[in-house]
């Protein structure tokens, strides 16, 4: 890199970090730099720098303008990017967004739009929506079920937190029955045989949040 190319990068550089705290600058870096699937020593050959260096920069612990360039230009990342939260940090999910699935069928395609009780009632189908709001490299899974009737016993990797957002309904969990009312919650292994089921003629409604390990 040419030394005026530098001085230029290194002056844009501290145009950010007058804006963008540090801590916010060096999780941004760690974040693309893991996926890439590069370690922390390789990165710091690729920028010529010391391995220090970098973990002061992912740390956010003071860092020289030139180190943030340097591991900018080995990770091919516009500097400009670090400049705000862009759809890679953030991700939103809005009522155009919704689309209804069947839980257990969730290949079966879409529920129509805006009437899932109704497709759901007397049909023994528990609608699913998987929440547009989660980082494409995040470790969450946010979904809501209706619960209509019992669902079929799961398990899968990770953790899982359920919010009661209109109850009661049952969670079975290995084996053993938790009643729980509106606005209760319950958090367990994935791994685990879990289903869930209504408490009385009336149909539930959870947030489901699965986090990947």
């Not at 109704?118 to 995040?138: D, Y």
């Given at each position: 890199m040419a030394q005026s190319e530098l001085l230029r990068l290194e002056g844009v550089a501290a145009e950010?970090?007058?804006?963008?705290?540090?801590?916010v600058i060096g999780a941004r870096i760690r974040r693309e730099r893991q996926a890439q699937g590069l370690s922390i020593r390789v990165l710091a050959k690729q920028a010529n720098l010391g391995i220090n260096s970098v973990v002061r920069l992912e740390s956010g612990v003071g860092f020289r303008?030139?180190?943030?360039?340097?591991?900018?230009?080995?990770?091919?990342?516009?500097l400009e990017r670090l400049a705000s939260a862009s759809h890679e940090?953030?991700?939103?999910?809005?009522?155009?967004?919704?689309?209804?699935?069947?839980?257990?069928?969730?290949?079966?395609?879409e529920l129509p739009l805006g009437s899932t009780s109704?497709?759901?009632?007397?049909?023994?189908?528990?609608?699913?929506?998987?929440?547009?709001?989660?980082?494409?490299?995040?470790k969450l899974l946010p979904t809501l079920i209706e619960v209509h009737s019992p669902t079929k016993a799961r398990s899968h990797p990770g953790e899982e937190f359920v919010y009661v957002l209109r109850g009661p309904i049952c969670v079975t969990v290995s084996?053993?029955?938790?009643?729980?009312?509106?606005?209760?919650?319950i958090d367990f292994w994935g791994a685990e045989l879990h289903a869930y089921a209504p408490v009385g003629d009336a149909a539930g409604l959870v947030l489901s949040v699965r986090v990947s390990s």
């Open positions: 950010i970090l007058k804006n963008v705290p540090l801590q303008h030139t180190t943030l360039v340097k591991v900018c230009e080995a990770l091919g990342l516009h940090v953030v991700a939103v999910h809005r009522r155009t967004d919704d689309r209804w699935h069947e839980l257990d069928s969730y290949d079966a395609g109704e497709a759901a009632g007397g049909q023994g189908i528990n609608p699913l929506m998987l929440l547009q709001s989660r980082l494409a490299s995040g084996g053993d029955d938790y009643v729980l009312e509106t606005g209760e919650s």
